[in-house]
């Protein structure tokens, strides 16, 4: 099989995403009362109208339009003052009354629009973008200095009920095929969920990752959802085909359902993409399926062949009156709206001086970006301190926070931080220093001085004993300097290192580097 990179020079990959939000902070359900509370006792939560006996009547939960107006505001999407909800056919276990309560071709939400950032790696992906120059376009994308932004439509945010958890016994890896039995927790069937599905303006899996990753962060900055992955809040299904570069037409496209990781999206993309060209260029044919991604094999298999609109059977519910939202209601749902991450890291760029790469990025987590802020606020924080702060955030606790890690707040704390940055600024330690000592303070909850004084960290910045090294380092080493000033410039790093090694660690490197290059005659 092609690598992706090869299989797109060829053919143009053609995604569309499918993301489905759990509202998790409402208190009740969809339709009904029934209490919203992962991790219950299965089926603890039930009543008549969720589990669709006869003569229950639903009622819509008005704190959940809220949120999905709320949501449609902060993507851009134009706000429909007259819905309904539908009934889609869905004959299956986790759906007891045997169809879902949706929304139909109007949904609350519609025609909105997401701008996505794509530089460093994220940008890689993106065919030929080397042969265009900053400020260029080519369809929904233009090029920036460091990479590119593509703007990607979304066609609609809809309201639906969750369906029940299907729990599989003695399959492999929880999956129906070779299960003994299955179980069915009711608890999760009317939770109200919004769907939000793009237009197919994704082009490489990357993009799709980074359209997930922002719509989390808009997402939890709303505090609408948990939005847990593992727990399945925030889950997507990918729609993605091919079509020869140069073509309009659309490829039959299949679907990867129910991915659950960032990762496993970006993989699950990537393998479709060079498996469908496989099967294409040996002259075969890609059937409209539904398949499933296996991250244990790293590949696709076929769960169903996807179903069309028809086999929906879909029709207005007759228990549900058409729903109607008041100018006054949209505006008071508007009002709420809180500073979305694109706005902050604008206001981070004024406010602060930061490039635009470090405000991105910093916002990517609210707890860097808030951190961030708590830290400029302290009294002793100074405007030269955002750069070495935002590296330290984006780098080191960033990856933390990747990881899984949880951080004490009573730990690490704007003092200490502002106090390690300090450190930095002043030379006091070198980077690599104050990386191990961000690592000590986490891990012994210690002021970043007192580690500093515990392992002899503080750097020599006294230049007149610097000087006295690097006099005794060039004097003792009579050939090299020769050999250096003949030419071989790579040497510089020896000298560094000889200063270093006399310094015992402790001798300031940019001054060290500053008085060899004076007196190498540089």
């Not at 209490?35 to 589990?51: D, I, Q």
């Not at 066609?155 to 129906?176: C, F």
């Not at 939770?191 to 799709?208: G, K, N």
Request: proline share 4%; with cysteine; glycine share 8%.
């Amino acid at each position: 099989m092609k690598t992706m990179e090869e299989v797109l020079r060829d053919w143009e990959a053609v995604i569309g995403l499918e993301v489905h939000c759990e509202l998790t902070k409402l208190e009740t359900k969809m339709f009904c009362g029934c209490k919203l509370e992962f991790g219950a006792e299965p089926n603890t939560h039930t009543c008549p109208v969720c589990l669709g006996l006869p003569g229950a009547l639903p009622v819509p939960n008005k704190a959940a339009i809220e949120n999905i107006v709320l949501a449609g505001l902060a993507t851009n999407c134009d706000i429909e003052k007259h819905t309904m909800f539908y009934r889609k056919g869905y004959m299956y276990p986790d759906m007891s009354k045997n169809f879902q309560t949706t929304q139909g071709p109007k949904a609350f939400c519609m025609r909105g629009w997401l701008d996505l950032d794509m530089d460093g790696r994220g940008a890689e992906e993106r065919y030929n973008l080397a042969a265009l120059k900053p400020g260029d376009r080519d369809e929904n994308i233009t090029r920036t200095e460091d990479g590119y932004i593509a703007h990607v439509g979304i066609t609609r945010i809809h309201m639906e009920e969750d369906a029940a958890k299907l729990v599989h016994v003695g399959g492999a890896e929880g999956r129906i095929e070779g299960a003994t039995e299955s179980l069915v927790d009711y608890n999760r069937a009317g939770t109200p969920l919004m769907e939000l599905v793009t237009e197919p303006d994704l082009r490489t899996p990357e993009e799709a990752r980074a359209f997930m990753q922002k719509l989390r962060q808009i997402w939890l900055a709303l505090d609408i959802s948990d939005c847990s992955m593992e727990e399945g809040s925030l889950r997507a299904d990918g729609n993605v085909s091919l079509r020869r570069r140069g073509s309009k037409e659309l490829g039959t496209k299949t679907e990867l359902k129910n991915i659950n990781s960032f990762k496993s999206l970006h993989d699950g993309l990537a393998y479709e993409i060079c498996r469908q060209a496989e099967v294409l260029e040996e002259g075969g044919i890609i059937y409209q399926e539904t398949r499933h991604w296996d991250p244990s094999t790293k590949r696709t298999v076929v769960m169903r062949v996807k179903e069309t609109a028809d086999d929906y059977r879909m029709f207005p519910d007759p228990d549900l009156a058409p729903y109607d939202l008041t100018d006054e209601f949209i505006d008071n749902v508007r009002a709420k709206l809180p500073e979305l991450p694109d706005q902050k890291a604008k206001r981070f760029i004024a406010d602060f001086g930061l490039s635009a790469y470090d405000a991105r990025h910093l916002v990517e987590h609210r707890a860097t970006a808030n951190f961030f802020e708590a830290c400029m606020q302290e009294g002793a924080a100074k405007a030269e301190f955002a750069k070495p702060l935002a590296n330290l955030l984006i780098n080191d606790i960033a990856a933390r926070l990747n990881a899984g890690e949880s951080l004490d707040a009573d730990v690490l704390t704007p003092v200490r931080m502002v106090q390690l940055v300090d450190m930095l600024a002043t030379d006091a330690v070198s980077s690599k220093q104050g990386k191990e000592i961000l690592a000590a303070v986490l891990e012994e909850d210690k002021d970043p001085s007192v580690i500093a004084d515990e392992r002899g960290m503080k750097q020599v910045s006294d230049t007149s004993a610097l000087e006295a090294i690097v006099d005794q380092v060039l004097a003792s080493n009579p050939d090299k300097v020769a050999a250096y000033q003949g030419g071989k410039k790579g040497l510089l790093g020896f000298f560094m290192g000889q200063c270093m090694k006399a310094s015992r660690g402790q001798g300031n490197p940019k001054l060290f580097n500053q008085l060899l290059m004076r007196k190498l005659g540089e």
